[in-house]
């Protein structure tokens, strides 16, 4: 069974560096043609891709925060991170950690963690 869970600060202050680490169980973050991606969602608001790490380390990110976005990871961990500089309120919302796998598409998803930003 794959599992995925998010963790990380829920509250962050603006102008501050939001930062997420999704910890991977029952599958290898290494393992051929696997993504691993951060997808978010704001209140009352659709599901946002903000970017991915590939299973050989290439990094894919939204055009819309790739000034802000920077996505590593840890192989010995089997984790990888997310780090949003800059954060606004606008960056508000409950944040996933997701595989997505050829043919199949997004099949595993962390249960989300949310994260507020506010002063």
């Known amino acids: 069974q794959v599992q995925l869970q998010e963790s990380g600060p829920g509250l962050v202050k603006p102008s501050q560096t939001l930062s997420l680490t999704c910890t991977v169980s029952?599958?290898?973050?290494?393992?051929?043609?696997?993504?691993w991606s951060w997808i978010r969602q704001p209140p009352g608001k659709g599901l946002e891709w903000m970017g991915a790490i590939a299973y050989n380390g290439n990094t894919y990110y939204s055009p819309s925060l790739k000034s802000r976005t920077s996505i590593s990871r840890d192989t010995s961990k089997n984790q990888f991170s997310l780090q949003l500089s800059s954060v606004t309120p606008d960056d508000t919302a409950v944040y996933y950690c997701?595989?997505?796998?050829?043919?199949?598409?997004?099949?595993?998803w962390g249960q989300g963690t949310q994260v507020t930003v506010s002063s």
């Open positions: 997701v595989r997505w796998v050829p043919y199949s598409g997004y099949d595993y």
């Open positions: 029952g599958a290898t973050i290494t393992t051929s043609r696997d993504d």
